[in-house]
């Protein structure tokens, strides 16, 4: 029983938590913010994850990536770009619990790249190189609100077209900030699950019994919002990919699938209050892409949510060969090309 409950540490004394820099919310604002800059150059996972990524996907250190930090209410957010003035759209990447910023630099941001596109990764609060400001516990909702400041960056810096591209958990975050503010001509993502659906829960949690901890959860939260469980304890984590050194490289990542996340954050994910359901969604064209060998977040479970949305669902491209994560070159390249079509017939509505 003890292992189904899944193991729960003290923010401050994980040994995750003490490896990476907090930033006093005292000793920051959004200017000074700037100061501190985030960046993988010291992260020990991401080489051993570069090497195991199809070809087309693996950064060397000429690659035109660029790092920045953007500051957002006292937290140290990072962005990796490619960069690309003169791309006629721009692509924003957000991650979910089973990744972060560079690992989606690399398997989306690289081959767009070379196909004359411009993408911008971020990093959520609690995973990659972002820095949480101290005593801040993330929920899924400063999520949701970092997706929106990054839309409105990001539209701020010049007028190209934005498109979104939700990667697991990101699918649905991103649909929840276009759906409160707007401000995208496209969204597409890889999976778009509703969490309020308990049978769609226990398909992709480690155990079923995990989807039934709710009651549980809510009073941990409430007493410690701060407490961390790890995500490969309470998702299918072995599920990410099909490529077992991918897989297990992943799996070690600290700043990514082997990472810890509060309790807070898992609760308020399981608890989705969504600003608008998707009958009412207009604010812009939705794609599914799914890798037709996804054990995690197979096609079936996404589309429970994105039929109820007939006026703004065009079409699942299946990705051949692959699971939940882009694992081979053919189905990178197949994602590229697919994003980059779907965002030329969104632009041109």
């Known amino acids: 029983m003890r292992r189904l409950l899944f193991p729960i540490w003290f923010a401050d004394q994980c040994c995750y938590g003490r490896r990476r820099r907090c930033v006093a919310a005292t000793a920051i604002n959004d200017e000074a913010c700037h100061v501190i800059k985030t960046t993988y150059a010291n992260n020990k996972s991401w080489p051993e994850i570069n090497a195991a990524l199809p070809q087309p996907c693996r950064l060397t250190d000429a690659a035109p990536l660029t790092e920045e930090t953007f500051a957002w209410q006292g937290h ?64 899924y909702k400063d999520w949701v609100e970092q997706t929106k400041a990054l839309i409105v960056h990001e539209a701020e810096r010049d007028n190209r077209p934005l ?60 007493l410690a919002p701060g407490l961390k469980a790890p995500i490969r304890a309470v998702v299918k984590a072995q599920a990410l990919c099909n ?31 969504l600003s608008v359901e998707p009958e009412d969604f207009d604010k812009c064209p939705i794609l599914l892409t799914a890798g037709n060998a996804d054990r995690w977040t197979p096609e079936h479970l996404s589309r429970l949510f994105l039929d109820r949305a007939p006026g703004t669902f065009q079409r699942v491209e299946r990705l051949s060969g692959t699971g939940h994560l882009p694992d081979t070159e053919s189905a990178v390249e197949q994602l590229a090309e697919s994003l980059i079509a779907f965002a030329k017939t969104c632009i041109a509505r």
Not at 245 to 262: E, F, H, I, M, S
Request: aromatic share 8%; hydrophobic share 45%; proline share 4%.
């Open 76 to 139: 140290a957010i990072h962005l990796d770009r490619f960069v690309l003035p003169n791309a006629p759209f721009k692509v924003l990447l957000t991650h979910g619990v089973a990744g972060n910023a560079r690992l989606l630099s690399g398997l989306i941001g690289a081959p767009l790249y070379d196909r004359g596109v411009e993408s911008v990764a971020m990093d959520f609060l609690g995973l990659g190189e972002t820095h949480t400001r101290k005593g801040h516990a993330p929920s």
């Open 243 to 273: 490529k077992t050194k991918l897989q297990n490289a992943c799996l070690r990542d600290r700043t990514g699938l082997g990472a810890w996340v509060t309790n807070r954050f898992l609760l308020t994910l399981s608890k989705l209050n």
């Open 163 to 222: 498109i979104v591209f939700g990667f697991s958990t990101g699918g649905m975050v991103a649909y929840e900030a276009i759906a409160q503010i707007g401000g995208v001509s496209g969204l597409a993502g890889n999976c778009f699950i509703d969490t309020r659906n308990i049978d769609t829960v226990k398909q992709i949690v480690r155990t079923p019994f995990i989807a039934s901890m709710g009651p549980f959860q809510e009073v941990v939260t409430a």
